[in-house]
């Protein structure tokens, strides 16, 4: 019980250290790795190098896999170059396995050592970061090194040694274990090397080994799937056509296990190294092999798996994709797009709200107080979104981002409330009891209604942008429109002292109206605290005046 233990923490230890270094070279350079897939997609060689380069990196094929489907659903690439960068990810994630399985033990402790010192001293900057990232390289070291102290005790057992050894009659079965094993691990990687050990230490023949190996290359086709199972078709077509690959060139590398050991044994006698030079072998042959194909795959997969064509109520593409959790920088991309969405849907309803106060059109107040719903809804699915993105993943840039996306959202969703508040009254105060507003009280709301929908447009410019510049601009329209606010509400007055009838009869309304879209533009023009107060030009009550006045 003991040694099963010992091994049982070794394997832990093990996947572990493959989801630090994942997630540590994620927070360190997510950014630049998804540039870098958008960008190197002109042909399938590039593509395949990318996918080497990436994935080498974050020593995950799956982690590629998802990125990669996020940018097919995007529209950012197409499926064919999607399909190119996963044979070069297969291929980089064999060359780690070669890297982590040479006698690298004497740099565990170093890297260990040096990455809890940079990760404890320096915290969440870019050192810290790394430091993170060592430490994982230094316990995958150590997790192999006990995996092969741990195996030899255990399977000494005789009971073991026969379990062990019915596996060998049958390849399907050898296969089947080594995908379960690496959809259970998350890391074809980590099974690989685990493998490799275990024959390294006689656990396992090495017809099982190999067998083992093409059952977690599998395995990790099918762990791609289900993790993107729930996600819209163009993202699900990356996956599926990925494990066809996989699947295929399993079907071709299975029969040849035995020609392959016969062959290869003599050049290369350590069992380790010829497990994962096996694994090395496959993925370049079927990746250089099978590249050709992509095409005709990517065609196939589209008749499989149709994109459906968009009906009325789903014109717009929806940006939450659950696959990008696991990538929180592309997670946090794909909220501030639906972030930008539901500032959308608050425009048209800003505007509408013009035309209901001008025409009395009840139809389409209606249809914008419904519209209020959709921006609540947004609101609930972005927040719940971004509460699934792990924040220890998250660099200082980004938590700052996801601090905005939130307060952004928040601020719309107010906005909206406010909108159906008013739409509410001028049903009520307006359009039943069939009042007008005077003409030069039309004439005052009309002037602010389009400050407010010129810095609505220019707050979702900064929330894109972030523009120091333009947040001071956006600041500075608030004061003007709070001063502007307060001059029409004087010159209302004005009117009921001249006892103007149309003012008399919509004064309350009138009064609420322009007070209801200063509330507005305030929510608004709190956009830009975030970005001002990052840029450190915002004091507790106002902008420096220094800064205010190079503007001038």
């Known amino acids: 019980m003991k040694h099963l233990l010992n091994l049982m923490a070794a394997v832990a230890l093990l996947v572990w250290g493959t989801h630090l270094v994942r997630t540590g070279v994620l927070r360190v350079f997510g950014a630049n790795l998804r ?12 593509a395949a190098l990318s996918g ?17 489907s996020s940018f097919v659903g995007q529209g950012l ?3 064919p170059a999607a399909l190119a960068v996963m044979r070069g990810a297969d291929i980089g994630t064999a060359l780690m396995a070669v890297l982590f399985s040479a006698d690298l033990s004497w740099l565990s402790p170093l890297f260990i050592f040096i990455g809890v010192v940079l990760f404890i001293t320096r915290g969440p900057s870019v050192a810290g970061r790394v430091g993170r990232v060592l430490i994982g ?5 150590l997790a192999l090194r006990l995996v092969v102290e741990a195996t030899g005790s255990l399977f000494e057992a005789p009971a073991i040694r026969t379990l062990l050894a019915s596996v060998t009659s049958d390849v399907l079965l050898e296969i089947t274990l080594g995908a ?5 691990a998350y890391s ?15 656990v396992v023949p090495l017809d099982v080994a190999l067998g083992l190996v093409l059952g977690a290359n599998l395995g990790s086709g099918l762990l791609a799937v289900l993790t993107t199972a729930k996600s819209e078709m163009a993202v699900r077509q990356v996956t599926v056509g990925n494990l066809l690959f996989k699947a295929l060139g ?7 296990i035995g020609l392959w050991l016969r062959e290869a044994r003599p050049y290369i006698p350590n069992a380790t190294q010829l497990v994962v030079l096996s694994h090395l072998a496959f993925n370049v042959l079927i990746g250089l092999g099978f590249i050709g194909l992509t095409g005709g795959v990517a065609s196939l997969v589209t008749r499989l798996l149709p994109v459906p064509e968009p009906s009325a109520a789903t014109m717009r593409p929806q940006h939450l994709d659950p696959s990008a959790l696991s990538t929180p920088t592309l997670a946090i991309s794909n909220a501030a797009r639906e972030a930008l969405h539901q500032a959308d849907v608050v425009e048209t309803m800003l505007i509408g709200m013009l035309t209901v106060i001008r025409n009395n059109d009840q139809r389409l107040a209606e249809e914008l107080r ?6 609540d809804r947004l609101y609930s699915d972005i927040k719940y979104y971004m509460t699934k993105i792990s924040r220890e993943a998250l660099g200082e840039e980004e938590s700052r981002r996801w601090a905005d996306i939130i307060s952004f959202t928040i601020n719309m969703e107010q906005v909206g409330d406010i909108i159906e508040r008013v739409i509410i009254d001028i049903e009520d105060k307006k359009i039943r009891p069939q009042r007008n507003f005077s003409a030069a009280g039309m004439a005052e709301i009309v002037e602010l209604h389009e400050r407010l929908v010129a810095n609505l447009r220019l707050g979702m410019s900064v929330f894109l942008s972030g523009s120091v510049r333009d947040a001071q601009k956006l600041l500075e329209a608030k004061a003007r429109f709070r001063n502007l606010e307060r001059t029409y509400a004087n010159t209302h007055l004005a009117r009921l002292a001249e006892q103007t009838t149309l003012s008399i009869e919509t004064s309350s309304l009138h009064i609420d109206l322009i007070s209801d879209l200063k509330r507005i533009n305030s929510h608004i023009c709190s956009i830009a605290y975030p970005i001002l107060e990052s840029a450190g030009t915002l004091t507790p009550s106002r902008l420096r005046e220094s800064r205010l006045g190079s503007l001038s």
């Open 188 to 202: 074809s990687l980590a099974v690989v090397l685990l493998v490799a050990a275990m024959a390294s230490s006689h």
């Open 35 to 46: 540039r870098l897939l958008a960008q190197s997609t002109r042909n399938r060689f590039t």
């Open 370 to 375: 419904k519209l209020d719903d959709t921006v």
């Open 77 to 79: 690439i197409t499926l």
């Open 52 to 68: 080497v380069g990436v994935t080498a990196l974050v020593q995950s094929s799956t982690a590629t896999s998802l990125m990669t």
């Open 137 to 141: 390289l230094g316990l995958i070291l």
């Open 250 to 256: 399993v079907a071709v590398a299975a029969p040849l």
């Open 180 to 184: 379960v094993l690496a959809i259970v």
